[in-house]
């Protein structure tokens, strides 16, 4: 039996019509967003049928249950199933009903496991977590660096500790700043605003108009910095934030993505020597 199930779960069709059940399941998800019936639910029973299945050939193929849980891919499928499997009629609230909706989504999940570069490249991204809690850090170290410079050098008076003249200019700078918000007009008024709008400047939306903004409230003395500090300042970041700590995250995954396909290649090697 279990050197059937070996031989089963090493076919290349056994790993082709799991593909195609994934495919069909994940697109009648979708479809279950607008409506349902009768057949669409017994094709959905059917697919998950195929799944327990699939769990059963796996496990009983492992030499040992610590071999088949070692693999993060069964822990996955395996817990996927067993929450598609809870019925609904156990749960009374309306809130848990949809947790475990949600959660069955993640059927979708299973699609990533279908193809071997597609576990490829999910290991890469593994593998790389260690590199990205690092990068994480060296990019929050600059964002609260550059936050600090932001409040200090951009943020605009507090309306009440104006003259009238002065709060008269700061409602039409308010009025005329292209995209400024009505609730908060000031990008740079709190620390966790600065942030998001930091934030913002590198994903490269509005980031100009921001630097526009700040110009005309320097030009009519509602800051003091001059054109040239603004235009630096956000030049400066978006250079450091958008090349530099991107270049470093994507060299991270490429050495990554390297040393997996060196180790991949090394264990097909073996396996065709054995």
């Given at each position: 039996m279990k050197k059937l199930c070996k031989q089963i779960v090493s076919a290349k069709l056994f790993?082709?019509?799991?593909?195609?059940?994934?495919?069909?399941?994940?697109?009648?998800?979708?479809?279950?967003?607008?409506?349902?019936?009768?057949?669409?639910?017994?094709?959905?029973?059917?697919?998950?049928?195929?799944?327990?299945?699939?769990?059963?050939?796996?496990?009983?193929?492992?030499?040992?249950?610590?071999?088949?849980?070692?693999?993060?891919?069964?822990?996955?499928?395996?817990?996927?199933?067993?929450?598609?499997?809870?019925?609904?009629?156990?749960?009374?609230?309306?809130?848990?009903?949809?947790?475990?909706?949600?959660?069955?989504?993640?059927?979708?999940?299973?699609?990533?496991?279908?193809?071997?570069?597609?576990?490829?490249?999910?290991?890469?991204?593994?593998?790389?977590?260690?590199?990205?809690?690092?990068?994480?850090?060296?990019?929050?170290?600059?964002?609260?660096?550059?936050?600090?410079?932001?409040?200090?050098?951009?943020?605009l008076p507090d309306q009440s500790m104006l003259t009238l003249e002065k709060q008269q200019i700061l409602l039409e700078y308010i009025s005329e700043a292209p995209n400024a918000p009505v609730i908060s007009p000031d990008p740079y008024g709190n620390l966790s605003e600065t942030m998001f709008t930091l934030f913002r400047v590198l994903t490269g939306e509005d980031w100009t108009d921001i630097r526009y903004n700040l110009t005309k409230a320097s030009e009519r003395g509602l800051i003091h910095s001059p054109s040239w500090v603004i235009t630096s300042y956000h030049v400066l970041w978006y250079i450091i934030s958008a090349f530099l700590l991107l270049n470093l995250l994507v060299g991270a995954i490429l050495n990554n993505y390297q040393v997996i396909m060196n180790e991949f290649k090394e264990k097909k090697i073996k396996e065709k020597n054995n």
């Open positions: 790993e082709q019509f799991i593909m195609i059940v994934i495919l069909v399941n994940c697109g009648l998800i979708g479809v279950e967003t607008y409506f349902t019936n009768p057949l669409i639910q017994t094709i959905q029973f059917v697919a998950l049928i195929i799944f327990i299945v699939e769990i059963i050939i796996r496990y009983i193929a492992s030499k040992t249950t610590f071999d088949y849980f070692k693999d993060g891919w069964n822990i996955f499928d395996f817990s996927i199933v067993a929450v598609c499997l809870v019925p609904e009629s156990w749960f009374a609230s309306a809130g848990a009903i949809t947790t475990l909706r949600v959660l069955r989504v993640f059927r979708v999940l299973s699609l990533l496991k279908a193809s071997e570069e597609v576990r490829l490249i999910v290991a890469v991204l593994g593998r790389s977590l260690n590199a990205l809690v690092y990068n994480m850090i060296f990019f929050f170290i600059f964002l609260y660096l550059f936050a600090i410079i932001g409040v200090t050098l951009f943020k």
